[in-house]
Antibody, heavy 125, light 110 residues
């Protein structure tokens, strides 16, 4: 079974950089899957942050585009999220997730079939 | 406010069929497939339908999906207590150039 586990700081100050890591076990990030991040807040619900394909393309939420990046590390089989210049509005539960494929080959855009348990990040002065 | 509109709540007694709607526009549901997630309290979302009507392995065939124009629906037949959860629709938006989610529907099994 593929499992995802997020890790990183839980408390940040405004203007800090949010850095989260998602370690993948039971499978490889070098696959036909995209890998991404989704966050959730009580007020705004679920929000797609972005996703990436190892050695290839990436896509980011245009509302975060200038602040966000996703990188992938094959040595440690993990993906990372970086979000710069955070504000209180970035307080959320951050999930990493594996992009789903159809028949094991075709990317299904907007579908994530395996999720981590989530990492709550609070931005406060 | 979400680009995809869902009713905030839905309910039904055990055994009944319930439908949850997701209304969008031409740039999202009107052009692209819809995915549905179930989220139980305190847990991560779980993909229950993708490409509008495809079920991932392990999802019962009591759940089905459809799309017409700029709206999509998730139907749950033979409602069971364990179906009580929040349900979210999601789709790609060609104008926004990103994945968008509905605001979620809280399903209560009476």
């Amino acid at each position: 079974h593929v499992r995802l586990q997020e890790s990183g700081p839980r408390l940040l100050k405004p203007s800090d950089t949010l850095s989260l890591t998602c370690t993948v076990s039971g499978g490889s990030i070098i696959s036909l899957n995209w890998w991404g991040w989704v966050r959730q807040t009580p007020g705004a619900g679920l929000e797609w942050i972005g996703e990436a394909f190892y050695g290839g393309d990436s896509a980011y939420n245009p509302s975060l585009n200038s602040r966000v990046s996703i990188s992938m590390d094959k040595l440690y089989n993990r993906l990372s999220l970086s979000l710069v210049s955070v504000t209180a509005a970035d307080t959320a539960l951050y999930y990493c997730a594996r992009g789903a494929t159809h028949a094991g080959t075709t990317r299904v855009v907007g579908a994530f079939d395996i999720w981590g348990q989530g990492r709550m990040v609070v931005v406060s002065s | 406010q979400s680009v995809l509109t869902q009713p905030p709540s839905a309910s039904g007694p055990p055994g009944q069929r319930v439908t949850i709607s997701c209304s969008g526009g031409r740039s999202n549901i009107g052009t692209n497939d819809v995915n549905w997630y179930q989220q139980l309290p305190g847990t991560a979302p779980k993909l229950v339908l993708y490409n509008t009507n495809q079920r991932p392995s392990g999802v019962p065939d009591r759940l089905s999906g459809s799309k017409s124009g700029t709206s999509a629906s998730l139907a749950i037949g033979g409602l069971q207590p364990e179906d009580e959860a929040d349900y979210y629709c999601a789709s790609w938006d060609d104008t926004l150039k990103g994945v968008i989610f509905g605001g979620g529907t809280k399903l209560t099994v009476l």
